[in-house]
């Protein structure tokens, strides 16, 4: 039996309960909008925004609710999408150990996942360094900060490169399996550079449902399940996870630098249409072996670049 609550706009409660219609109840307790009962939860919804889910599958229903809700609502409503490990209100001011990882969706190069612990005496220090969302800042900008964080504040770094992410992912490890027991591992790796240094949680960069996360690592040795919090967007919560996702970044920009340097040519980011282009170049060259060490094979992109490769040859 789990619970969950989320704040939600009025707009969205409709939404809600148009959805919900079939199994709405006729009988609702003061101060609500509607009550359902979809198999598994019930579902009650209050006048104030509040949405509350109760049940089996609460977690399931909620989170389906919290992501249709996030573009529209703001960035305290992310805190308050609390599923049971949501972050605290006053997390901000915490000492934190924070999560996130890179190149999960980039066809080309590694996974870079990188814990990193900032105490709340650090914040200010961080600030300066310029240490902030890694979205809103250029390659240029990544590698100088993070050469700074290197020396500033206890981390750890993981690199999943693509041959053993293959033969993985060819075993049937999914993408998200490998990101949970990275995040786990490099959490476990921070912890034990801590030596009983202030420790208030951790914030994990969310990128599935909690409960999903830890039937991932549920085979680890170890794993850190004590005052862990999931939130997506974590790096605009707090700096711990914003200089996680700059180190992961600058992580991954050298990785690629280097398997660059070693074709003597750029490889290009993410997934798209010039993605292909460049693969089919590389079979072309070297034969489709080559990806085995550089892509994450199991990309649309391989099937694509082989079709392109091919075609060229005609
Ligand atoms: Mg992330």
Partial sequence: MSNSVLKLSAITIEKMKEHYHSCLQPATPPGSIFVAKPPGCTITAYKSGKVLFQGKTALDEAYRWENVALPAEQKKAVIKTAHLFAPPENIEELSII????????????????????????????????????????????????????????????????????NSLQEKGMSQGKMKAVLHNKALLNVMQKLEGKPLDGILVDQFCEPAIYFNHIAREKEQVKEKIYFATKAESLHLSVAAASILARYSFIKEMDKIGDSLGMTIPKGAGAQVDVKAAELIRKFGKEKLREIAKLHFANTKKAEALASGKRW
């Fill in 98 to 165: 924070g999560s996130d990882e890179v190149g999960t969706g980039d066809y080309f190069g590694p996974i870079t996942v990188v814990a990193a612990y900032v105490k709340k005496e650090q914040m200010e220090l961080l600030r300066e360094l310029g240490v902030k969302d890694s979205k809103h800042l250029t390659d240029k900008q990544i590698v100088s900060i993070a050469k700074d964080l290197l020396h500033t504040i206890p981390y750890s770094l993981l690199v999943l490169r693509n041959e053993k992410y």
